[in-house]
């Protein structure tokens, strides 16, 4: 596609359910990353990820949360056991390494 | 990579110049200065960066002072659609690993008619 694509684009859940957030970066990217922007706050960096590389985890806020990528291609951020903390809006980018960050729209997960 | 230091927030009339500065003190040699700015409910978008020389492109002129401390992003003729949260980062450019960006909180710009 032209640009980073996330889905949903909205997400209301219970407290306790599992959520998954999907990111279609754009064709030919190497490099994804995930990060997370609560309201009227900066971005937090959640993960990174590079090719066939171990990716950068650092961000992640608890053993609740984890992501997958399937090569160079298709990411999925999974939270379990949602709290109301994680309410915020979630930001995927991607880029080819050196090069500017494109970010898609994001998904709006909010936690009831 | 090295910490940025933005005001908060700042007021600018539409059609005149906005500009924005940026603190980076304890930028290294090697440590790039980057600039991109977030409209309400979008992903940040890149505007421009540099190293050492002055840089312009379509978006805004970007200006880094010659010990490389501080910088000002120029936009020349701001417009309402300018009105965003503007984020200043330096970091290393080609780095093996940790290509991350970190965000700090940004200037938000109200450009007011």
Known sequence: ?112 | DAKTTQPTSMDCAEGRAANLPCNHSTISGNEYVYWYRQIHSQGPQYIIHGLKNNETNEMASLIITEDRKSSTLILPHATLRDTAVYYCIVRVAFKAAGNKLTFGGGTRVLVKP
Request: hydrophobic share 30%; with cysteine.
């Open chain 1, 1 to 112: 596609g032209a640009g980073v694509s996330q889905s949903p684009s909205n997400k209301v859940t219970e407290k306790g359910k599992d959520v998954e957030l999907r990111c279609d970066p754009i064709s030919g990217h190497t490099a994804l990353y995930w990060y997370r922007q609560r309201l009227g706050q900066g971005l937090e960096f959640l993960i990174y990820f590079q090719g066939n590389s171990a990716p950068d985890k650092s961000g992640l806020p608890s053993d609740r949360f984890s992501a997958e990528r399937t090569g160079e291609s298709v990411s999925t951020l999974t939270i379990q056991r949602t709290q109301q903390e994680d309410s915020a809006v979630y930001l995927c980018a991607s880029n080819n390494v050196n090069e500017k960050l494109f970010f898609g729209s994001g998904t709006q997960l909010s936690v009831l």
